[in-house]
């Protein structure tokens, strides 16, 4: 099996699922614990928009989709801060309007002829230096993000009303942890795309649940959780031909029925 760890792509992708695996391990804990999913599903399936805008304007991929991401994130903020009964219907609204306009912006490319299911399910073994750089400052950013304030968006996790009450600004913490979430979801495109990128954000963090109480600990054990996935995920995706994102998703569905069959 390590006779396949002399191609640089298999690196690259291994270096990019560690990596990739320290960011949606942290921030997935976040959005689980805040319930806020469907918020981060939201911002995954609108920045389709950010791919179709860098496609039209010859631009980046991975300038277009942040831009686009973190775009959606400060709209979603703004607009469901205040507003949480009609959050379902902003965000169905954004959600789809973001694929849409994806969609068309693509349509409008001439001569672009680009099979786009990499960016929808995703394409470890085409990850490259620049991604992966990309992925590293992410982390880095979460990491000081989480450090730094980690009482903060502890209190704001389980308690927002007392969080409030003690003089900690609510709505910048709310905003903080879409900002996360966005970016881990520009970081996972690589890895298992926008469709099944938020199975690897809520995944571990089911399992990781059944086992502890402590955010830290959760945090953890899910980026480990997220690891061993995307390893094993890599590994079964490369010797039996199949897709990666996929294989990596497969692996944690079957990991979270596992882990619960034994919890009963």
Same mark, same amino acid.
């Given at each position: ?19 990739v ?7 997935g ?32 991929i ?32 954004i959600?789809?309007a ?14 672009y ?53 003690r003089?900690?600004?609510?709505r910048?913490?709310?905003? #903080? ?6 970016? !881990?979801?520009? &970081?996972? $495109?690589s @890895?298992?795309? +926008?469709? %099944?990128? *938020? ?33 094993i995920?890599?590994? #079964? ?6 897709? !990666?994102?996929? &294989?990596i $998703?497969? @692996?944690?569905? +079957?990991? %979270?029925? *596992?882990s ?5």
């Open positions: 099996m390590l006779d396949i760890l002399q191609f640089t792509f298999i690196q690259n992708a291994l270096i990019s699922g560690i990596l695996s320290i960011a949606v391990g942290i921030v804990s976040l959005i689980v614990v805040n319930k806020m999913t469907f918020l981060a599903g939201g911002i995954a399936h609108s920045s389709y928009g950010g791919i179709g805008l860098a496609i039209f304007l010859g631009l980046p991975l300038l277009g989709t942040t831009a686009f991401a973190l775009l959606c994130a400060g709209l979603i903020a703004f607009l469901t801060i205040k507003k949480r009964e009609r959050i379902d219907a902003l965000i169905g609204v959600w789809a973001g694929m849409a306009i994806g969609i068309i912006l693509v349509d409008m490319t001439p001569g002829n680009v099979d786009l299911m990499s960016y929808l399910f995703g394409s470890i073994l085409a990850v490259s230096n620049t991604d992966i750089w990309f992925i590293f400052v992410v982390d880095l950013f979460i990491l000081g993000s989480v450090v730094l304030f980690y009482k903060e968006l502890l209190a704001v996790s389980y308690d927002s009303e007392f969080a409030s009450l003089g900690i600004n609510v910048f913490f709310y905003t #903080l942890m879409l900002v996360l979430s966005a970016l !881990s979801v520009v &970081s996972a $495109i @890895v298992v795309g +926008l469709i %099944l990128v *938020i199975a690897l954000l809520t995944i571990p963090i089911f399992i990781s649940e059944s086992y502890f109480n402590k955010l830290s600990y959760i945090m953890i054990s899910s980026v480990l959780l997220a690891i061993v996935f995307t390893v995920g890599l590994i #079964l995706s490369y010797y039996y031909d199949l897709s !990666s994102g996929a &294989s $998703i497969i @692996v944690a569905v +079957l990991t %979270l029925l *596992i619960k069959a034994i919890k009963r």
